[in-house]
């Protein structure tokens, strides 16, 4: 029986023909049945796809056999299920129904914080970015600190609706409305008072984060470091018996997973104020923000951020 897969990448390289890599990557997911979400840039690819097991690893290493891609990082998890036919007559593998399509596009960000001209990246990566701790060394990072009487600030570099449903203890979630707020928000003086604090960054896969790490350490933040390989990689590491407290928000058909059965669930719905870590899409067309709403609530009306959930 073949098997769902998803897989979350992404890696910061030169890329000279982006648009080159674009028609590729566009050729190979269609001759493997995949469907997803791919970015490419000048600063590298930023993907999620899905599909059959062995086709999301033909994927892969195909991916990787370019020079630029060498280093990707690679993160899986499971998909909801595969359609009953193939994705065309030039495949026999079986398209995942977690995304309802293939788009394959050049930007000028691989991930949108509107400060292209601010990254600096070689074959190394992000010029300039925070220190990478792996879910370890940010445990040990947190235990030292506190031993001397300080705290780690852990940074979310994330929409504060993925934030709603999963975060990290005692976790700063700026107000924004999307990535591309992030450098206003820096620059409004707002954070200033942590410059001289240790701060973890963390976002979904990492690469929020690396972007953020660099963006903070060009504003004067002194200890800056980055979760290597964000919630993801942390999940893998700890589960729910870690610093991590509820979801995590995923941008397919899953809409969030979680770790382990134990996970809590910390967010609550914007009809009712019934727990829940369900999430939806605002149904304001105008609008790209997503609200946690139970079962109950999304069964009997569509719901807007315009509303105001009941206090409880």
Same mark, same amino acid.
């Given at each position: ?101 293939? /788009?394959?596009? &050049?930007? #000028?960000?691989?991930? !949108? ?7 600096? =990246?070689?074959? %190394? ?121 509820? /979801?995590?928000? &995923?941008? #397919?058909?899953?809409? !969030? ?7 809590? =669930?910390?967010? %609550? ?44």
């Amino acid at each position: 029986m073949p098997i769902p897969k998803i897989l979350l990448y992404y890696v910061f390289a030169p890329v000279p023909d982006p648009e080159a890599v674009r028609l590729w990557q566009r050729d190979l997911c269609e001759s493997l049945g995949l469907r997803g979400r791919i970015l490419i840039s000048t600063q590298g690819i930023n993907g999620t796809v899905g599909g059959e097991l062995d086709a999301v690893k033909r994927y892969l290493r195909k991916t990787r056999e370019y020079s630029p891609f060498r280093e990707l990082d690679a993160k899986w998890s499971e998909g909801t299920a595969l359609d009953d036919a193939p994705a065309s007559r030039h495949t026999p593998y079986r398209p995942i129904t977690d995304f309802p399509r293939l /788009s394959v596009k &050049v930007r #000028d960000e691989i991930v !949108s914080f509107g400060a292209p001209g601010e990254l600096r =990246v070689d074959q %190394h990566g992000v010029v300039g970015g925070g220190a990478r701790l792996s879910p370890q060394q940010v445990h040990e990072l947190v235990d030292e600190r506190r031993a001397v009487g300080e705290e780690v600030v852990f940074f979310d570099g994330r929409n504060p609706f993925e934030a709603e449903i999963g975060r990290f203890e005692n976790a700063v979630v700026p107000e924004v409305a999307s990535t591309r707020d992030f450098v206003a928000e820096l620059d409004s003086g707002r954070y200033d008072h942590l410059k001289s604090q240790p701060i973890v960054t963390y976002c979904t896969g990492g690469i929020r984060c690396e972007v953020l790490s660099s963006l903070m350490v060009a504003r004067g933040f002194e200890r800056v470091f980055q979760l290597d390989g964000g919630i993801v990689r942390y999940g893998e590491a700890f589960g729910d018996a870690g610093l991590w407290h509820g /979801s995590l928000a &995923v941008f #397919d058909g899953r809409e !969030s997973v979680t770790f382990t059965a134990d996970a809590e =669930v910390i967010s %609550h719905c914007f009809g009712c104020g019934t727990p829940t870590p369900r999430l939806q899409n605002c149904a304001d067309p105008a609008c790209r923000s997503r609200l946690v709403v139970c079962e109950a609530c999304a069964a009997a009306r569509e719901m807007t951020c315009a509303e105001h959930a009941p206090q409880e």
